[in-house]
């Protein structure tokens, strides 16, 4: 009972990248138990991943055919089957919403402590310890888990992925599914709308946030983006209050920009927002919280209030 | 047709905190309703204004503090709030997801809905997993992060569910299930004066524990926070001061030497 087992994850035909990021942190953690690292690859093209994922520090790759994309009741049973057959001692998912989807129903299922988004682990002795975040990522907390086992689900970009190649075995594992207790069925996928324009093609983006408060105050944003010939985006709350179409928003669940500047005002760069614009060549943050985390990542900050900021800004340049 | 909706009232932390020990003082707390459960809240109304007969029940786990959250949740139109609280539950420093799960189970064991809603997560410890781990509990269906809801003819729901970078997965469920709601579905109402009025008259159900039929054991989780502090940062921002002129034309500069402008 010292194994480890990981769930990778695939999305219509590709493996998502967290998957070897979850072969490090998976590979790390049995080092210490003395364990071996096993990898589930579920539903789709298993044998063409199972490829893929033989890399360093694996020991047993699983596959599991049944189901083309992610079906969390297929995922549930197999992975039952799996921790029934490997005994592991830690299962770890990506917090990623289809891992959101399974994670919290294996944890049940296995009758085990669950600790989701964890940013570390690390385990001293026998005692597990996770590192997570809390009240919006403004502290982060060290959380000690009783027990021997439990299922861990960890934030994609706090591993370093593994690259090179390994030598495991691969066991195809044929489970009968039992359809009765698939209660859902997906049916197909949408993407979000074009729409006028593709900010992930901009080379500046004045990108906009909770801070800017009202809708009506979106002007001054849009008369700074004209006179610096920049393209206007958004952090989340302004596209769920309905300010600006989705096609605008960056981050996890909007788009993923690399502009050579990236002006974030009235954002307070959580980790979400952050993991979309990152890539920003150069980064300019506004924001009247000195603590906001945005400044943790930009290259250049004002910390003050936006509404004093911007117009002077648009003044200064015309 | 019956909803429940799980509501929670989270703790959010001021610009400028302190933390002692593994916690953050009160005096550096503010309580609000859980903004994903706002949406939940607005999903489960939408639902009983669109179709006969449905009843909405919120369920809240929290001290007497929360009655003022739950009276949101009843005037946007909730219609009756079952709070669950017991002095055990006030020695926990964190209830984790088990413990919750187990809790609501029981809440759904008795009021028997057709339909859970809940918020992706909450705003403060953020494990964005209670409402799958219901779902597991008490063998209902389910769907995770949900930005899309219909429920059709045949009673079956129809979801879009808001997987990562701008790509949605349309899923039918069957009921009874629990979905827990992200943010942007619906645009939430605010409380009208009448409904803030209604909402007096409506009953808050306190439960205990006892009243569920657990114990201790029901909720004596595997987690506890060791320590907590700010995250360290790296950062090598370099911050431009003076009033808003002087920075402004600070940026200006900055944009020269960056060459996005000709000044």
């Keep these: ?318 | 047709m019956k909803v429940l909706v799980t509501v929670k009232e989270v703790a959010t932390v001021e610009d400028t905190f302190e933390i002692e020990g593994t916690a953050i003082p009160e005096r550096y707390l503010e309580y609000d309703l859980n903004e994903w459960d706002d949406y939940a809240i607005e999903e489960a109304v939408q639902l009983a204004e669109a179709h006969d007969d449905v009843e909405v029940v919120s369920v809240t786990i929290g001290p007497p503090r929360v009655e003022e959250t739950i009276r949101i949740a009843l005037a946007k139109g909730v219609d009756r709030a079952i709070r669950i609280w017991d002095d055990e539950l006030a020695d926990y420093q964190l209830l984790d997801v088990p413990a919750k799960a187990n809790i609501l189970a029981e809440v759904v064991a008795q009021e028997d809905p057709d339909i859970v809603f809940t918020g992706v997560q909450a705003d403060d410890d953020a494990f964005g997993a209670t409402g799958v781990a219901l779902a597991a509990t008490s063998d209902y269906q389910w769907a995770a992060v949900v930005n899309q809801f219909e429920l059709e003819d045949d009673g079956t729901v129809s979801v879009h569910r808001e997987l990562e970078g701008g790509i949605e997965e349309l899923t039918e469920v069957q009921l009874p299930a629990v979905f827990t709601i992200q943010t942007g579905i619906n645009e939430p109402r605010y409380a009208s004066l009448r409904g803030i009025r209604m909402a007096q008259q409506k009953e808050i159900a306190e439960v205990t524990l006892a009243d569920l039929g657990l114990d201790i054991d029901a909720i004596d989780g595997a987690l506890e926070v060791t320590s907590m502090a700010e995250p360290e940062t790296e950062s090598e921002v370099t911050l431009f001061e003076g009033d808003a002129s002087s920075t402004a034309s600070q940026l200006v500069d900055l944009f020269d030497d960056l060459g996005v402008i000709d000044a």
């Design chain 1, 1 to 318: 009972m010292s194994d480890i087992l990981i769930v990778t994850e695939h999305r219509r035909g590709e493996i998502r990248p967290v998957s070897y990021e979850l072969i490090g942190c998976g590979a790390d953690l049995a080092s210490k138990t003395g364990g071996d690292l096993h990898v589930a690859v579920i539903s789709g093209e298993v044998d063409e991943m199972a490829a893929a994922f033989n890399r360093d520090g694996v020991d047993v790759i699983h596959t599991v055919a049944d189901g083309d994309e992610f079906n969390h009741d297929i995922y549930r049973q197999a992975i039952a089957h799996l921790v029934e057959d490997v005994d592991p001692r830690f299962v770890i998912t990506p917090q990623s919403v289809n891992g959101m989807d399974y994670a919290p129903a294996v944890a049940t299922d296995m009758g085990v402590p669950l600790v989701t988004d964890a940013v570390g682990i690390s385990l001293d002795g026998e005692q597990l310890t996770v590192t997570r975040e809390m009240y919006g990522s403004k502290v982060e907390t060290t959380v000690a888990v009783a027990g021997e086992r439990a299922v861990i689900t960890i934030r994609a970009g706090e591993w370093p992925p593994i690259e090179s190649g390994g030598s495991a075995e691969i066991e195809v594992v044929d489970i009968d599914i039992d359809e009765s207790a698939i209660g859902s069925t997906v049916t197909g996928f949408a993407e979000m709308a074009a729409g006028d324009v593709d900010i992930s093609e901009a080379d500046i983006l004045v990108s906009i946030g909770r801070g800017i408060d009202e809708e009506e105050n979106l002007d001054i944003v849009h008369e700074l983006a004209n006179t610096l010939g920049a393209t206007v985006s958004a952090s989340r709350p302004i596209v769920d209050a309905g300010w600006l179409p989705k096609n605008r928003q960056v981050g996890q669940s909007g788009k993923t920009v690399s502009p050579d500047v990236y002006i974030a005002i009235g954002i307070s760069g959580a980790v979400q927002h952050v993991a979309g614009m990152k890539g920003a060549k150069t980064i300019i943050a506004i924001n009247n919280d000195s603590n906001a985390p945005i400044f943790d990542i930009a290259d250049y900050g004002i910390v003050d209030d936006l509404f004093d900021v911007v117009p002077a800004l648009t003044e200064a340049l015309a």
